[in-house]
């Protein structure tokens, strides 16, 4: 039985959290990765819509364990509230397990990053001011607090004044904010040691021993490749890895366990924050998908930048992923366009470039070269199978696999969970 990763193919907000929620019926685990409550998954199951935002979408899919893993950063508080929203609406979360190495995030990480954002100005990099990226700075200086330091009082406290010896001076002779002190952090973090307890244990050994037994492991990844902090539009990026190679650091598993790599692609294209976007939409165009498709973010409540597919992307996204299949997304906000346009390739100083160009420069500076689809009017929201999709609808999708160099396997036709079209199988 497999070990699939499955991740975002764009910016991220490609509907991650409906194709793992379509996977959870039929996979014994689920596991977050990497990334924090900075990520958002909207997931519909008949009337009823769930909003993520750090817990694995497969908690809604009854007997699937979700796993949060030790790449993951994590707000305790964001963790707890989440966990109480399910189960007042009947949601059993007890099977919830969290890697004793996942790091915390603390209120001193929340307030360094909307600081950090608001002194930058200008040249901000579009957080979402959760904290995240000074979280993960810590954890790289070695200063980082983890989920196990909870039930060590004494532990917890020295790593807490150490960390705080150098934020307050930042705090105080750069930012003019008043100093944290650090027993008050402590016992903040202390308040949530006993709710979290049952649910800690070592993740690694849970998740390798479940694939050894031949059980069926999904790692989601929040975020998108382009938002990958080694491989995405650098600056304008997460301070994690959701690419492909961040779930086997991110759980402890090896890479020689992971069967395929789906990725995850909306019919269009969105992203979140600052940052260079060739096929972004400042007209009535790019209104009506932002409008149509929903595109507010899970997380922020933000308007998501719109824009017409983009295929170079989707190329690159195979290829620093070695992925195996897409799940294609949101193909009916795409219904009564007459034509619909696909970015091919880009326009660079008056050169045609197929890649995405490695200089960030370029690709800031990159204009898209479009070829025109014909579109369609009908509803497809009912289709049931690839046949019964109108054939411009047809002839949309199997352009596009052939654009982003893998198959697409399963496509999205609304927001519900039955509303997909499976053409092959992941399993």
């Not at 016992?187 to 049952?198: K, M, N, S, V, W």
């Not at 690709?363 to 009912?382: M, N, Q, R, V």
Request: proline share 4%; hydrophobic share 35%; aromatic share 8%.
């Amino acid at each position: 039985m497999p070990a699939l990763v499955l991740l975002g193919a764009q910016w991220g907000d490609e509907g991650k959290g409906k194709a793992t929620d379509l996977l959870g019926g039929s996979v014994d685990y689920v596991v977050r990765y990497q990334g924090g409550n900075n990520a958002g998954h909207t997931v519909v199951v008949g009337d009823q819509t769930y909003a993520l935002h750090l817990l694995p979408s497969g908690i809604l899919s009854p007997g699937c364990t979700p796993v949060i893993g030790n790449g993951v950063v994590v707000d305790p508080s964001v963790l707890l509230s989440e966990l109480s929203g399910l189960n007042e609406r009947g949601v059993d979360t007890s099977r919830l397990l969290l890697s004793g190495n996942a790091h915390l995030i603390t209120p001193y990480h929340e307030t360094l990053d909307k600081v950090t954002e608001r002194f930058l100005g200008t040249r901000k990099i579009g957080t979402t001011g959760r904290g995240i990226g000074p979280t993960y700075a810590d954890k790289i200086n070695r200063v980082g607090i983890r989920v196990q330091d909870l039930f060590d009082e004494s532990i917890l406290l020295q790593k807490v004044e150490a960390a705080l010896d150098f934020k307050n001076q930042l705090l105080a002779k750069l930012y003019n904010r008043r100093a944290i002190g650090a027993e008050q952090v402590v016992e903040e973090l202390l308040g949530y040691a006993d709710q979290l307890r049952g649910f800690v244990t070592d993740t690694t050994l849970v998740l390798n021993r479940a694939v050894d037994d031949g059980k069926v492991v999904l790692f989601e990844g929040g975020q998108g490749t382009l938002l990958d902090v080694d491989h995405g539009t650098y600056p304008f990026v997460t301070s994690s890895n959701p690419t492909a190679g961040g779930a086997c650091t991110g759980s402890g598993v090896g890479p020689t366990k992971i069967d395929r790599v789906i990725g995850i692609l909306k019919a269009y294209t969105t992203r979140v924050g600052s940052g260079p976007f060739p096929t972004e939409l400042l007209d009535a165009d790019g209104e009506a998908l932002r409008e149509i498709g929903g595109e507010r973010g899970v997380t922020t409540g933000r308007d998501r930048r719109c824009g017409w597919f983009d295929a170079v992307i989707a190329r690159y996204a195979t290829r620093v992923n070695g992925l195996t299949d897409f799940f294609l997304t949101k193909l009916d906000v795409l219904t009564g366009w007459e034509r619909v346009p696909v970015c091919v390739a880009y326009e660079v100083d008056g050169v045609r470039v197929e890649e995405l160009p490695y200089n960030q420069s370029d690709f800031h500076h990159a204009k898209p070269i479009y070829e025109y689809l014909p579109g369609w009017s009908e509803d497809i929201t009912k289709a049931k199978s690839f046949d019964e999709l109108p054939a411009n609808a047809r002839a949309y999708v199997k352009a596009l696999e052939e654009m982003s160099g893998a198959p697409i396997s399963a496509v999205g036709v609304g927001p519900g969970r039955e509303e997909t079209i499976q053409i092959n199988s992941f399993l």
